[in-house]
């Protein structure tokens, strides 16, 4: 039981309000069928199918969810489409960090936007982007075990990683794993972790100020040495010119 009635009665008092209001206006919120085919498209990750959704026009009336503030009301329109793509995200196979990292991105974004009409155009690029990313997903067709392979390394990038340790989350033998890792994702899984490594020491030395010291021992490498070897291999360029070419 919620504990000020007072509240809940203010909230039952606006519902009256505002369907009051709707009625005598014979004005009503948009269709749910709307929602539910955006819902579709990003789970089945069809961008195609989206972007003729979103060229549609609309069936009814958006909610008003900051009484006197138009941009308040706007952004958490926003705030709940990014949600709302979130779970179809999830639904359509996306890895949970992947998703929630990228709503938390989104939401942090739109808070710090003061333009109305920037929030408004980011609204279809939300649905667009979560749709792209599971899209990129039923691309690969990956077993499951081999997508919990990949999202095991990507969210313990920092933590020391080996054959050992990836194929006792996913309760295989090694050798097993590591046979079936090759055959699907075409290198081995030594070599898809030091690939994530430099990924992630990419985004470190294009977003950080921490020295490439610091990064190759953040990225548990034997040696700077070793690291700047590693980063030129699959780069092409060392991690100071990568830095001052960023």
Do not use: W
């Amino acid at each position: 039981m919620f504990k000020d009635e007072n509240i809940i009665e203010s909230v039952r008092k606006k519902y009256n309000q505002i369907l009051i209001q709707n009625r005598q206006n014979s004005q009503f919120h948009h269709s749910v069928n709307r929602e539910k085919k955006i819902y579709k498209s990003i789970m089945a990750g069809d961008k195609q199918a989206l972007a003729e959704i979103h060229k549609e026009p609309m069936d009814g009336l958006v909610g008003v969810l900051a009484k006197n503030n138009s941009l308040r009301s706007e952004k958490n329109l926003l705030i709940c489409t990014i949600v709302v793509a979130t779970r179809a995200a999830l639904d359509g196979g996306l890895d949970p960090e992947v998703a929630f990292t990228l709503s938390d991105a989104y939401i942090q974004t739109v808070e710090e936007i003061s333009d109305i009409d920037t929030i408004r155009q980011l609204h279809n690029c939300v649905d667009l982007d979560f749709a792209d990313r599971v899209h990129k997903l039923h691309i690969n067709k990956y077993s499951k075990v081999i997508r919990a392979c990949e999202n095991y390394i990507k969210n313990n990038i920092y933590n020391p990683l080996s054959l050992s340790n990836v194929s006792e989350y996913v309760k295989l033998s090694p050798n097993y794993l590591s046979g079936l890792f090759k055959e699907q994702i075409g290198i081995t899984i030594s070599e898809y972790i030091l690939k994530e490594k430099i990924e992630e020491a990419k985004k470190l030395l294009k977003t950080s100020s921490s020295s490439i010291l610091d990064i190759s021992v953040l990225l548990n490498f034997n040696s700077q040495s070793y690291f700047a070897k590693m980063f030129k291999r699959y780069t092409g360029l060392t991690p100071k010119k990568f830095r001052d070419y960023k």
